[in-house]
């Protein structure tokens, strides 16, 4: 192993660059014990060079140029923290080919162009780490990829976008709105001033694409599977689950069923004896399934910045001590193989919390039942609080439902539901979830 300085580049200064590059100046001495030579930050690309920086950096470490990193030989590891596909994918095509290692916290990327990115860097002898692009500071990836090689992970379940959890944690905890939430999590920085990647789903969905991938060597599209937001719940919703003994939270599921894969990523009612329920803030949890070990549960802060500047700096001593470059060619990370099949959305087999706002007037909840009896779906129970007698000026009042189904398919229940949108008693919005039991 070389004694010689790392001389590392981090392209993207924004909160997670500017965390490592804090990691990276003030625990210098550290860093050099923990990777057996020193790590020298030689260069951090910006936009902008005039913004206003929470981290001291020498003078000649700044640039605005691409090109004096990729074009520096002297640069080993880049440090690519720039998020999306353009131009990032080409960024690091650049980097891999220009003869560096990278080091990358975009979940996007690896998610749409992981396959092409990662056959590149084996034909070019580099490495591409990747610890921090899910679950924030927890070692989730390098748990997948060799604390359980000896395994068949045959079940994810998960919480893995820390800024909804904190969201939901927010609202429930304080009694505050969905808005008062995201707007409090953009204040303490969770949240982007465009949360939509968070709070859509998209964010734990893409994750949970990258897990699948790792784990059973499927590619799966964002299309190919269910994935739903904590964007359209309220208050209300969180409260009502909570008085049937469960908790709302984004949870990404992957599970192995008869030679198929079940998977979706939705916010989703758990019991509240289950240890996902007890996750708060912006921590993450991690359950995976090994048909050797068994149950292993991983949990950490998964948002903010140095949580994730956490996972980038690990991956950059990994580089350092050579570690990367001898696990890197020989894991089988995103080659082809043959994959499992996704099982067709129609045939999950869950039950479901409804609820629905309707008219307090005779024969609705008839005209509800019956739409479910239609489609075999039957109720596992009801809560309608007592309704306020209506004003003789009204015809009638609105008042919320809540209904929890037995077990069916979501085939059925999608069914159903498009029927229960056409009924005129049920008033916008009707808000169905998933229940984990």
Same mark, same amino acid.
């Given at each position: 192993?070389?004694?010689?300085?790392?001389?590392?580049?981090?392209?993207?200064?924004?909160?997670?660059?500017?965390?490592?590059?804090?990691?990276?100046?003030?625990?210098?001495?550290?860093?050099?014990? &923990?990777?057996?030579?020193? #790590?020298?930050?030689?260069?951090?690309?910006?936009?902008?060079?005039? &913004?206003?920086?929470?981290?001291?950096?020498?003078?000649?470490?700044?640039?605005?140029?691409?090109?004096?990193?990729?074009?520096? =030989?002297? #640069?080993?590891?880049?440090?690519?923290?720039?998020?999306?596909? $353009?131009?990032? /994918?080409?960024?690091?095509?650049?980097?891999?080919?220009?003869?560096?290692?990278?080091?990358?916290?975009?979940?996007?990327?690896?998610?749409?162009?992981?396959?092409?990115?990662?056959?590149?860097? &084996? =034909?070019?002898?580099?490495? #591409?780490?990747?610890?921090?692009?899910?679950?924030?500071?927890?070692?989730?990836?390098?748990?997948?990829?060799?604390?359980?090689?000896?395994?068949?992970?045959?079940?994810?379940?998960?919480?893995?976008?820390?800024?909804?959890?904190?969201?939901?944690?927010?609202?429930?905890?304080?009694?505050? *709105?969905?808005?008062?939430?995201?707007?409090?999590?953009?204040?303490?920085?969770?949240?982007?001033?465009?949360?939509?990647?968070?709070?859509?789903?998209?964010?734990?969905?893409?994750? %949970?694409?990258?897990?699948?991938? %790792?784990? !059973?060597?499927?590619?799966?599209?964002?299309?190919?599977?269910?994935?739903?937001?904590?964007?359209?719940?309220?208050?209300? $919703?969180?409260?009502?689950?909570? +008085?049937?003994?469960?908790?709302?939270? %984004?949870?990404?599921?992957?599970?192995?069923?008869?030679?198929?894969?079940?998977?979706?990523?939705?916010?989703?009612?758990?019991?509240?004896?289950?240890?996902?329920?007890?996750?708060? $803030?912006?921590?993450?949890?991690?359950? !995976?399934?090994? $048909?050797?070990?068994?149950?292993?549960?991983?949990?950490?802060?998964?948002?903010?910045?140095?949580?994730?500047?956490?996972?980038?700096?690990?991956?950059?001593?990994?580089?350092?001590?050579?570690?990367?470059?001898?696990?890197?060619?020989?894991?089988?990370?995103?080659?082809?193989?043959?994959?499992?099949?996704?099982?067709?959305? +129609?045939?999950?087999?869950?039950? /479901?919390? %409804?609820?629905?706002?309707? =008219?307090?007037?005779?024969?609705?909840?008839?005209?509800?039942?019956?739409? !479910?009896?239609?489609?075999?779906?039957?109720?596992?129970?009801?809560?309608?609080?007592?309704?306020?007698?209506?004003?003789?000026?009204?015809?009638?009042?609105?008042?919320?439902?809540?209904?929890?189904?037995?077990?069916?398919? =979501?085939?059925?229940?999608?069914?159903? *539901?498009?029927? !229960?949108?056409?009924?005129?008693? #049920?008033?916008?919005?009707?808000?169905?979830?998933?229940?984990?039991?």
């Amino acid at each position: 192993m070389s004694s010689s300085p790392l001389n590392v580049a981090i392209i993207g200064m924004g909160t997670v660059g500017s965390g490592v590059a804090k990691i990276l100046l003030e625990r210098s001495e550290q860093m050099t014990t &923990r990777a057996g030579r020193p #790590i020298h930050l030689k260069k951090a690309v910006v936009r902008d060079l005039s &913004r206003p920086r929470n981290v001291d950096l020498p003078a000649d470490v700044l640039t605005d140029s691409i090109d004096a990193v990729l074009d520096d =030989e002297t #640069i080993d590891v880049v440090i690519q923290l720039i998020g999306g596909i $353009d131009p990032a /994918y080409d960024i690091m095509l650049r980097a891999l080919e220009s003869g560096k290692d990278v080091v990358t916290a975009n979940k996007a990327l690896l998610c749409e162009k992981g396959e092409s990115l990662f056959q590149r860097a &084996r =034909e070019l002898g580099r490495c #591409i780490c990747f610890e921090a692009a899910v679950a924030g500071g927890v070692p989730l990836i390098e748990t997948v990829t060799q604390a359980m090689t000896a395994n068949q992970i045959t079940s994810v379940e998960a919480i893995l976008n820390g800024t909804s959890n904190y969201i939901l944690t927010e609202m429930f905890s304080h009694n505050v *709105s969905y808005d008062d939430a995201v707007k409090s999590a953009q204040e303490i920085g969770y949240a982007e001033a465009d949360p939509a990647m968070d709070v859509d789903g998209t964010d734990a969905a893409q994750k %949970l694409g990258i897990l699948v991938q %790792l784990a !059973l060597g499927i590619k799966v599209n964002l299309d190919q599977f269910l994935r739903q937001g904590i964007d359209s719940l309220s208050l209300a $919703d969180l409260q009502y689950a909570s +008085e049937l003994g469960y908790t709302v939270k %984004l949870l990404a599921v992957a599970k192995l069923l008869d030679g198929q894969l079940e998977m979706h990523a939705q916010p989703t009612l758990i019991r509240n004896d289950n240890p996902l329920a007890h996750v708060e $803030d912006a921590y993450n949890k991690i359950a !995976l399934e090994g $048909d050797a070990v068994g149950k292993v549960w991983l949990s950490g802060m998964g948002a903010g910045q140095m949580a994730t500047a956490s996972a980038v700096v690990a991956n950059v001593v990994d580089v350092a001590v050579g570690r990367a470059a001898l696990t890197f060619p020989r894991l089988d990370l995103w080659k082809p193989r043959e994959g499992i099949k996704i099982m067709p959305r +129609e045939e999950i087999s869950r039950r /479901y919390f %409804l609820r629905l706002n309707v =008219e307090d007037r005779p024969h609705v909840l008839a005209d509800i039942t019956n739409v !479910l009896g239609d489609h075999e779906i039957s109720i596992a129970s009801l809560v309608q609080h007592e309704a306020p007698e209506v004003d003789p000026s009204e015809e009638f009042s609105i008042v919320p439902l809540v209904i929890m189904t037995h077990r069916t398919t =979501e085939g059925r229940f999608q069914a159903a *539901s498009r029927e !229960l949108d056409e009924l005129v008693c #049920i008033r916008s919005p009707f808000v169905r979830m998933p229940v984990n039991d």
